[in-house]
Nanobody
Framework: QVQLVESGGGLVQAGGSLRLSCAAS????????MGWFRQAPGKEREFVAN????????TYADSVKGRFTISRDNAKNTVGLQMNILKPEDTAIYYC?????????????????WGQGTQVTVSS
């Protein structure tokens, strides 16, 4: 069992930065790949970024590539998402998720545990 709690969301102007953090509890955190997803109003939830169990492999959605950076600290059971050069279209609820295995995946169905989400709003 893994419990996830996101923090760090808020309101920021376009071009600004935010850092999201996800705190995990449970013994299996370091054995799982982790991901960030987001859901904008009226849209389906979409993949943002993922990271393998050891942090060596990361993947990003094309829409955030070069602006967002995912990281993890297995000693502290945390996953971070540094978001730079934010755009109004980045406005969404951001969710942290724990994958079923060590392999990073973009497929939402392969994530077993989800946080409650944190709101990110980017004003123009």
């Amino acid at each position: 069992q893994v419990q996830l709690v996101e923090s760090g969301g808020g309101l920021v102007q376009a071009g600004g930065s935010l850092r999201l953090s996800c705190a995990a509890s449970g013994r299996s955190f370091s054995n799982r790949a982790m991901g960030w997803f987001r859901q904008a109003p009226g849209k389906e939830r979409e993949f943002v970024a993922n990271i393998s169990w050891n942090g060596e492999t990361t993947t990003y959605a094309d829409s955030v590539k070069g602006r967002f950076t995912i990281s993890r600290d297995n000693a502290k059971n945390t996953v971070g998402l540094q978001m730079n050069i934010l755009k109004p279209e980045d406005t969404a609820i951001y969710y942290c998720a724990a994958a079923r295995s060590t392999l990073a995946t973009t497929r939402e169905g392969r994530y077993d545990y989800w946080g409650q989400g944190t709101q990110v709003t980017v004003s123009s």
